[in-house]
């Protein structure tokens, strides 16, 4: 079946690092695909999302590009800030049944 | 906008015992689906109503969990009896053009 898979974290930076977050997903046909981000105690935000090949989906100062060839999704931020400490979640959507997929989430702590 | 309403936030019951959770999407999603997230993991997808039908409930343990929607609108999410395995966050998240769902805060439920 559909499947994601993501860096396992904590990932730990300091502020005004560069962060990359790892997202592969194994799907047939074509899925849409979404970076959630859960901040503690909160649901899931929908913080971006690309819907074909090549699509480039940002927010916020993070981006993800939709790569069909390498089944990819990864996410980045230029300068990460100590408020983006949160979860977060990269998941598709199936095509034929339209619910969501999530990877295991990958854990951010930003220090000052 | 109001987004997606839960209640309640937190629930401590004892196994055996019965719970019921209660969900408001955002007005005029016709989509309604109930996640469980266990700790460490991502969400899981339970059931997914279409307006007040099930569409997709193969995930659901329907010896011990129900849900239902009522009038397209509301739903609700019970578990009886609970054990311990049950203990997670039971999230309700809406949706207008699926797969893009929004997310309530979720209901954190502890079996004792």
């Known amino acids: 079946g559909d499947s994601v898979t993501q860096m396992e974290g904590p990932v730990t930076l300091s502020e005004e690092a560069f962060l990359t977050i790892n997202c592969t997903y194994t799907a047939t046909g074509y899925p849409s695909l979404f970076w959630y981000v859960q901040y503690p105690g909160e649901g899931l935000q929908l913080l971006l999302k690309?819907?074909?090949?090549?699509d480039k989906g940002s927010n916020k100062g993070f981006e993800a590009t939709y790569r069909k060839e390498t089944t990819s999704f990864h996410l980045e931020k230029g300068s990460v800030q100590v408020s983006d400490s949160a979860v977060y979640f990269c998941?598709?959507?199936?095509?034929?049944?339209?619910?969501?997929?999530f990877g295991t989430g990958t854990r951010l702590q930003v220090f000052p | 906008e109001a987004g997606v309403a839960q209640s309640p936030r937190y629930k401590i019951i004892e196994k055996r015992q019965s719970v019921a959770f209660w969900c408001n999407p955002i007005?005029?999603?016709?989509?309604l689906y109930w996640y469980q997230q266990i700790l460490g993991q991502g969400p899981k997808l339970l059931i997914q109503f279409q307006n007040n039908g099930v569409v997709d409930d193969s995930q659901l343990p329907k010896d011990r969990f129900s849900a239902e929607r009522l009038k397209g609108v509301d739903s609700t999410l019970k578990i009886q009896p609970a054990k311990l395995e049950d203990s997670a966050v039971y999230l309700c998240a809406s949706s207008l053009r699926r797969p893009e769902a929004f997310f309530g805060q979720g209901t954190r439920l502890t079996v004792v």
């Open positions: 998941a598709l959507g199936e095509p034929d049944t339209d619910k969501l997929i």
């Open positions: 007005s005029g999603h016709a989509t």
């Open positions: 690309a819907t074909k090949a090549d």
